[in-house]
């Protein structure tokens, strides 16, 4: 059941992160082409892209979230029993409702992270694209003489 669920999450953040590099590769492949010389915005572009695709699945499936399936957590003894031995939790069954939970955790974790990464990006594309303005600012009035 949990190689399912692990499975399931992958998917599920595969599948979003792939849908996110879909819609976001004509923007992301206008700006590269403005600011960096065309034989290597080509690199960029690819190299944005897989950036989104593991950003995103980092992001969405969460191994440390998904340990508490498999392993059992220690109860703390009671304050009566300060020698007892701590005893082990049943490990978290995985329901239905649990299916949803985690795949909804999994969507908005996916979503969140290539939020971040796009951020992230766009505002050093859009620093890079005014210093280019101000070049191409600066060179214009020295071509006109």
Do not use: C
């Not at 109860?75 to 031995?85: I, K, Q, T, V, Y």
Request: hydrophobic share 50%.
């Amino acid at each position: 059941m949990f190689l399912t669920h692990l499975a399931v999450t992958f998917g599920v953040s595969f599948a979003t992160a792939a849908l996110v590099a879909r819609v976001f590769s004509d923007p992301v492949d206008r700006i590269l082409s403005r600011i960096i010389a065309d034989d290597i915005s080509s690199a960029w572009r690819k190299y944005m892209t897989f950036a989104i695709y593991v950003t995103g699945v980092s992001g969405g499936v969460r191994i440390w979230d998904l340990e508490k399936y498999i392993t059992p957590k220690k109860m703390p003894s009671p304050r009566s029993l300060e020698g007892a031995p701590e005893a082990l939790a049943k490990v978290i069954e995985l329901t239905t409702e649990r299916w949803i939970l985690e795949v909804y955790r999994t969507l908005i974790g996916t979503l969140q992270s290539i939020a971040w990464m796009l951020l992230v990006f766009f505002v050093f594309a859009l620093i890079a694209y005014v210093v280019v303005r101000i070049g191409e600012r600066r060179a214009a009035p020295q071509n006109q003489d």
